[in-house]
């Protein structure tokens, strides 16, 4: 993304309070995250914004950072209807039947070890990577796990706001 404001960016900058609460909700489900967002508005560039997201997801409580979490369904189960998990996770798409029920069974483990859904950027993975990875995070202590999901939370939203800033809202 260039430095440069971009025709997206300044719409962003200009949106209603309201409006932009809720096309904030759209790229990360905590309020607190969203909040922090606005309250540096304007944003003269793209990378501007991007690294006040960084600075937001890094603040978030444990609390907050769940309420982001929840905003996102397993992966291999996109929310139906919903373009965004389904490009998101378009690795899980030619999937075989064998490693659906495989990552079925790997995030019904993950959850029910950690309390929440397995969080990854999961943009331009395959179905292999993407099991791959939970089974190397599933035996992660809970405070390890909290800052990969931080972590990928990043990568989300990251990529989130590159697409609305680009692309439009």
Sequence with gaps: ???SSTPGLSRFNTLPHDE???VLHEVCASTAWGRAILSRRPYTT???LLSASDAATAELTAEELAEAMAGHPPIGRPKPGDPVSTREQRGM???????RAEMLELNLAYQERFGHVFLICAT???GEQLRDAVESRIG???EEER???RTELGKINRIRLTRLVTDGM
Aim: glycine share 12%; proline share 4%; no cysteine.
């Design 140 to 142: 992660n202590s809970p």
């Design 93 to 99: 798409a030619g999937a075989s039947e064998e490693l």
């Design 20 to 22: 932009a609460t809720i």
């Design 46 to 48: 793209a990378e501007a």
């Design 1 to 3: 993304m260039t430095s």
């Design 124 to 126: 331009g993975a395959t």
């Design 147 to 149: 800052g990969h999901v």
